[in-house]
């Protein structure tokens, strides 16, 4: 079946790291992503993982990808207040590419 | 990155009236466009996939009648909300997928909120 689930919220210091956790159930999955939503406003890709992959690390960003898990994690260097948003992990099906969400992981950054 | 552009970004309408909503890859072809809906606070709940040229495939729950989908471009779905009512007041949002680059990333449309009033 497929179903993304991840903590509703995590709450940081500035200046810390953050860790958003993700968990699937589908190892059909073939790509992996992690968009920014900021209130009112649509989703920003920030970064994805292709299945065969283990990490991938992108300025403040790393990715960890688990496979055996079905475990994904978004790790945040140096948070800062403007990083407070939601954040979506996803995976994407198949050849029909439609991504199944998560239900979203409210970061809140405080000075 | 590409750009998708979605409009409007607010409409208010009318309970029975329709309301449609435009999503445009602005820089790149999408045969795949897909639509969404987000409640408050919550995830994104797939909708419909559109593909260009033909009929959209809906997802179970999905009242193909009340979301009228058409794909009539390689750059442009609308999804049409027909007799709406307060329940339908949401966030829509739309994404595409290049021609030919179906694993790769889907670019997101800035979201429509619509408010039936």
């Known amino acids: 079946g497929e179903d993304v689930e991840q903590s509703l919220f995590l709450s940081v210091r500035e200046g810390d790291s953050s860790v958003i956790n993700c968990t699937y159930t589908?190892?059909?999955?073939?790509?992996l992503y992690w968009y920014k939503q900021e209130p009112g406003a649509g989703l920003q890709l920030l970064t994805y993982?292709?299945?065969?992959?283990d990490m991938k690390q992108d300025q403040r960003l790393t990715v960890l990808l688990n496979k055996k898990d079905k475990h994904l994690s978004l790790r945040i260097a140096d948070t800062q207040t403007g990083d407070s948003a939601i954040y979506f992990c996803a995976e994407t099906l198949g050849k029909g590419g439609k991504l199944i969400f998560g239900q979203g992981t409210e970061l809140s950054v405080k000075p | 990155g590409a750009v998708v552009s979605q409009h409007p970004s607010r409409v208010i309408c009318k309970s029975g009236t329709s309301v449609k909503i435009e999503c445009r890859s602005l820089d790149f072809q999408a045969t795949t466009m897909f639509w969404y809906r987000q409640f408050p606070k919550q995830s994104l709940m797939l909708m419909a996939t559109s593909n260009e040229g033909s009929k959209a495939t809906y997802e179970q729950g999905v009242e193909k009648d009340k979301f009228l989908i058409n794909h009539a471009s390689l750059t442009l779905s609308t999804l049409t909300v027909t007799s709406a009512h307060p329940e339908d007041s949401s966030f829509y949002i739309c994404?595409?997928?290049?021609?030919?680059?179906?694993?790769?990333?889907?670019?997101f449309g800035q979201g429509t909120r619509l408010t039936v009033v």
């Open positions: 589908d190892s059909s999955s073939t790509y």
């Open positions: 993982i292709f299945s065969n992959m």
């Open positions: 994404s595409a997928r290049e021609w030919d680059r179906a694993n790769t990333e889907a670019f």
